[in-house]
């Protein structure tokens, strides 16, 4: 009889694990959550998973969670952690377990990011010194950041008042990355492999809203505002701001040559990445 799996998701809470975590636990893979301490999100995680406490900015605290673990899905919370931990972390990944699947970004793929940001393109790098089996999906923009960007606005006013509306991005739906993300985890062939994870489509950023408007039945609209207010809006909720001019460089860049659309999805799944108005089907409630 075969061995039962045994999978560890970090940022079981966030926009991808609980996604992670469901699928896992319909795949009949033991499946266990690490989570810091009163995480106010915990409620996200899919009943039948084994929850542990435990932070990647304390490695010691990875050691229960991480005996007998077969994989680690990894997500690194740039925005909240620094890097300084990543060697120790690693250690203790190579101690415990021997694959690992790491939830990287498009930006690494073209070149955007270099290792010296100590982001995404560093933690590569780092994974591959080690003696750990590799997959990097190097993903574009979740669908959902147009919830968690626009939603609130969208709500208020009827207006996204945002840089760059033709700015075209290929928004993948985050329960197919976390598949990408469990066919990685739980079978052999994909060790080493970068997958660049992309919605099917690159839309423009004011098509997408047109795609919610149709969706919702709302009146909605546009209205372009300078990157520089933008960069400071988006410094003021706390993106570090060599992010947020990265980020608004990157938009620069896509009004004038679409992001990168890959059948990626396609090779590991089998089917199709679900579209930008599937999604936007899915959570209509959040836009009226």
């Not at 969208?154 to 993300?181: F, N, W």
């Not at 209205?223 to 460089?249: F, I, N, R």
Request: proline share 6%.
């Amino acid at each position: 009889m075969a061995k039962q799996q045994r999978v560890l998701v970090t940022g079981a809470t966030g926009n991808v694990g609980p996604h992670a975590v469901a699928q896992l636990l319909d795949a009949g893979v033991e499946t266990r959550a690490l989570v810091l301490e009163n995480d106010p999100n915990s409620d996200r995680i899919p009943p039948g998973a084994e929850v542990f406490h435990g932070s990647l900015a304390d490695p010691d605290s990875l050691d229960a969670c991480l005996e007998g673990v077969d994989a680690v899905f990894l997500m690194w919370p740039f925005f909240t952690l620094d890097v300084d931990t990543v060697p120790a972390v690693l250690e203790k990944l190579e101690k415990h377990t021997r694959r690992v699947v790491f939830i990287s970004s498009i930006g690494v793929h073209i070149g955007l990011e270099p290792v010296g940001n100590r982001c995404h393109a560093y933690l590569e790098q780092q994974i591959e010194k080690t003696s750990l089996e590799w997959t990097f999906l190097q993903t574009t923009g979740f669908a959902c950041n147009t919830r968690i960007g626009w939603a609130a606005q969208l709500k208020e006013s009827g207006v996204m008042r945002s840089p760059y509306g033709e700015a075209a991005r290929s928004p993948i739906h985050e329960a197919d990355v976390a598949a990408v993300a469990v066919r990685a985890l739980t079978r052999d062939g994909h060790a080493g492999r970068r997958y660049v994870v992309t919605g099917p489509e690159a839309l423009p950023q004011i098509d997408q809203l047109a795609v919610i408007a149709e969706v919702t039945g709302r009146d909605l609209r546009w209205e372009d505002v300078p990157a520089d207010a933008a960069k400071a809006a988006m410094v003021e909720v706390g993106w570090p701001e060599s992010y947020a001019a990265g980020a608004l460089d990157y938009f620069a860049m896509l009004v004038k040559e679409p992001e990168t659309v890959t059948d990626h999805v396609a090779q590991v799944l089998g089917r199709a990445p679900r579209t930008f108005r599937e999604w936007v089907t899915e959570h209509a409630d959040d836009f009226r």
